[in-house]
C-alpha cells in the first residue's frame, strides 16, 4: 500500500507593502499623508513639520510627473530618428551602386568614408550610434556634390532632408536625455525626502498607539495600505 501523498504547504501570500515602491502610487501616499497630518497635530518630530512635508510630498508628485511625461516624449523623438533609419536603410544600396556604376569594382569602395559609409559586420554601413550617424550624414550630402552624384532619386534631394532631420533629431535627443537625466535628480532627492517621513510615521504610529487595532485604524486614516494591517 503506498503513502498517501503530502500535499505542499501553500505558501502565505505576500503582503502589500505599506509604502509603495511605485513611484506615482508613493507620491499620492505622500499628498495624502500630508493632509491627513494636517488633521493630527499631536503627531510631530523635532526635525521637520507637517507644512514643510506637505510642500515636498506636492513636489515629488510633480516631479514623477514631468520625468514620466519627459521620458514619454523620448519615445517619440526616437520613432522620428528609427523612420529615418528606415528611409537610410532604403536609399544605401542605391547609393553604393551608383558609387560602383560610376567608379568601378574596388575604386568605389576606396571612396566610402568620404560618404561617411564604414565597414562593419562584413558589410559596409553608415555607422549606428546617433551622433556619429548624424555626422556621416552630413559627409553623405558634401560628397554627392564632390563626386556628381547629386542628381537623381537618391541624390541630394533624398539624402539631404535625412541628413537635417537627423541631426535635429539627434541633437533632441542628447538634449532630451540631459533634461531627463536633471529631473530624475530633482525626483530622487525629493523621494529620498519622502521615504524618510513615510516609514518615520509608520515609527510614530507605533509608538503613540500601542493598541493593534487602534494603530491599524490610525494607519488607514493616515492613507497606509489597509491591506497589510
Keep these: 500500500m503506498q503513502p498517501t501523498p503530502v500535499a505542499p504547504a501553500a505558501t502565505p501570500p505576500t503582503p502589500t507593502p505599506r509604502i509603495p515602491q511605485d513611484q506615482e502610487k508613493k507620491a499620492s501616499l505622500a499628498v495624502f499623508l500630508a493632509n491627513a497630518w494636517l488633521a493630527n497635530p499631536d503627531l510631530t518630530f523635532r526635525w ?117 532631420a537627423y541631426q535635429q533629431g539627434a541633437q533632441a535627443t542628447k538634449a532630451h536625455a540631459a533634461s531627463v537625466s536633471a529631473l530624475v535628480g530633482t525626483k530622487d532627492t525629493l523621494e529620498t525626502q519622502v521615504d524618510l517621513v513615510l516609514s ?14 487602534e494603530l491599524a485604524a490610525k494607519r488607514r486614516e493616515m492613507g497606509y495600505l489597509k491591506e497589510f494591517n
Design 48 to 164: 521637520t513639520t507637517q507644512a514643510a512635508f506637505a510642500a515636498t510630498a506636492q513636489q515629488y508628485q510633480q516631479a514623477v510627473v514631468n520625468k514620466t511625461g519627459t521620458a514619454a516624449q523620448g519615445a517619440s523623438l526616437s520613432l522620428t530618428l528609427d523612420e529615418a533609419d528606415d528611409q537610410i536603410a532604403a536609399g544605401l544600396p542605391y547609393l553604393k551602386a551608383a558609387l560602383l556604376t560610376k567608379f568601378k569594382k574596388g575604386p568605389d569602395k576606396a571612396l566610402y568614408p568620404q560618404f561617411g559609409i564604414i565597414s562593419r559586420g562584413g558589410g559596409y554601413e553608415l555607422p549606428k550610434g546617433r551622433t556619429e550617424r548624424a555626422l556621416a550624414l552630413q559627409m553623405l550630402v558634401a560628397a554627392l556634390d564632390t563626386h556628381g552624384l547629386a542628381a537623381g532619386d537618391y541624390g541630394t534631394a533624398y539624402w539631404a532632408p535625412l541628413a537635417a
Design 200 to 213: 518615520k510615521m509608520l515609527a510614530l504610529l507605533e509608538a503613540q498607539y500601542p493598541n493593534e487595532q
